[in-house]
């Protein structure tokens, strides 16, 4: 009897709590596709401010902890001529420039130099390096010895460049113009 009795009792707690119709689900309100997407682009654009204010911040940091005083310009790029040429040429698109260099990251990882792999050689404006070399050097002129700050979209973008430079990283480049 007092087997039957537990059983009753726990029957009718089970069905008490798991025999009632379930509350309303709250449905959020349906969406359009362009409504969709224009809430996924407004929070792509809004990391990517984010992104690009971290690592303004980062190159700022560099700056002051360097005690360098850098010009900061409209792309991001960050120069500072510690060794200006007394009488060199303006560097403009569609010259050929020598180079040489040092690459390294914001904390002092060094990744390429042309003590290692030799001067570099390019026409500004157009061949294969990095785009905001090609700006950062139309600051310069021949002779300089610079530091440039190179955002990561100006210089290996979001995959890095899948040997030495991390995705996302700004660089540090510094450099003699010849």
Same mark, same amino acid.
């Given at each position: 009897?007092?087997?039957?009795?537990?059983?009753?009792?726990?029957?009718?707690?089970?069905?008490?709590?798991?025999?009632?119709?379930?509350?309303?689900?709250?449905?959020?309100?349906?969406?359009?596709?362009?409504?969709?997407?224009?809430?996924?682009?407004?929070?792509?654009?809004?990391?990517?401010?984010?992104?690009?204010?971290?690592?303004?911040?980062?190159?700022?940091?560099?700056?002051?902890?360097?005690?360098?005083?850098?010009?900061?310009?409209?792309?991001?790029?960050?120069?500072?001529?510690?060794?200006?040429?007394?009488?060199?040429?303006?560097? =403009?698109?569609?010259?050929?420039?020598?180079?040489?260099?040092?690459?390294? $990251?914001?904390? @002092?990882? #060094?990744?390429?130099?042309? /003590?290692?792999?030799?001067?570099?050689?390019?026409?500004?404006?157009?061949?294969?390096?990095?785009?905001?070399?090609?700006?950062?050097?139309?600051?310069? =002129?021949?002779?300089?010895?610079?530091?440039?700050?190179?955002?990561?979209? $100006?210089?290996? @973008?979001? #995959?890095?460049?899948?040997? /030495?430079?991390?995705?996302?990283?700004?660089?540090?480049?510094?450099?003699?113009?010849?």
């Amino acid at each position: 009897m007092k087997k039957s009795l537990l059983a009753s009792a726990l029957v009718i707690l089970l069905c008490n709590g798991s025999c009632r119709e379930p509350e309303p689900v709250q449905k959020a309100p349906e969406r359009s596709l362009e409504e969709n997407d224009a809430i996924i682009k407004d929070q792509i654009v809004r990391v990517n401010k984010q992104l690009l204010q971290k690592e303004s911040d980062e190159m700022d940091y560099y700056a002051k902890t360097h005690k360098m005083p850098f010009v900061k310009t409209l792309s991001g790029i960050r120069y500072y001529v510690y060794k200006p040429s007394q009488k060199g040429d303006s560097i =403009k698109d569609n010259m050929t420039i020598d180079m040489d260099f040092e690459v390294s $990251l914001l904390d @002092g990882t #060094l990744c390429y130099s042309s /003590k290692t792999e030799g001067k570099r050689t390019f026409v500004v404006g157009h061949d294969d390096v990095e785009s905001g070399v090609h700006a950062g050097v139309k600051y310069l =002129k021949r002779g300089d010895k610079a530091i440039l700050l190179i955002p990561s979209a $100006l210089a290996h @973008g979001l #995959l890095g460049d899948m040997n /030495k430079i991390p995705p996302q990283s700004p660089i540090v480049c510094d450099v003699q113009i010849y």
